[in-house]
């Protein structure tokens, strides 16, 4: 069996100037979020758009969302666009993943063809247990250095909101 990426037909916008770069969402019947980083256990449209003296965006319509991103340059994009499995996919949890076949996204075409970028995000500080993953991100990393553009792993704003994590991301988007 295999499993999509969800938003294999988006279009990172041409105007980017900071990309910020998951891991994987599936395209599946139980994940009904309709953009990235919107399940209930992230907090990333909390901690984004405070980190811009923002009001959160957490819980609101995507309309809302895509004007934030547009107005400050910012778009998204996963490293996986495939996962091969035996089975229907139980969860998509990085450990889950790391076992099975993997297909990823051309991260690094996307790069090259993003003529204003000048700043990647990689929504992960930690890589035990992750070998596949952990040597993805890093070779995207690389690509970005070999780009001149400023790369940054920051700690992934699933799970829960603190102010550490809204530190920590202001400081790479601003520093």
């Avoid at 105007?15 to 990333?44: A, C, M, Q, V």
């Avoid at 994009?77 to 990823?104: C, F, G, R």
């Avoid at 690509?143 to 530190?167: D, G, H, M, W």
């Amino acid at each position: 069996m295999i499993t999509l990426y969800k938003f294999r037909d988006y279009k990172v916008s041409p105007e980017t100037e900071i990309l910020i770069i998951g891991t994987f969402n599936p395209d599946i019947e139980e994940n009904k979020i309709d953009f990235f980083y919107s399940r209930p256990r992230n907090y990333l449209w909390r901690i984004l758009p405070e980190a811009y003296g923002e009001e959160s965006l957490k819980g609101q319509i995507t309309e809302r969302k895509k004007s934030f991103i547009e107005r400050h340059r910012i778009d998204f994009t996963d490293l996986i666009a495939v996962v091969k499995h035996d089975s229907v996919m139980p969860n998509y949890s990085d450990n889950y993943l790391e076992e099975q076949e993997l297909e990823w996204n051309k991260t690094e075409n996307l790069l090259e063809s993003l003529k204003n970028i000048k700043l990647v995000l990689f929504t992960r500080k930690t890589f035990g247990g992750v070998p596949k993953l952990r040597e993805r991100f890093f070779s995207i990393h690389g690509e970005c250095q070999r780009l001149n553009i400023s790369s940054k792993f920051v700690i992934t704003p699933a799970r829960s909101y603190s102010n550490v994590k809204l530190t920590e991301w202001k400081n790479a988007l601003f520093n």
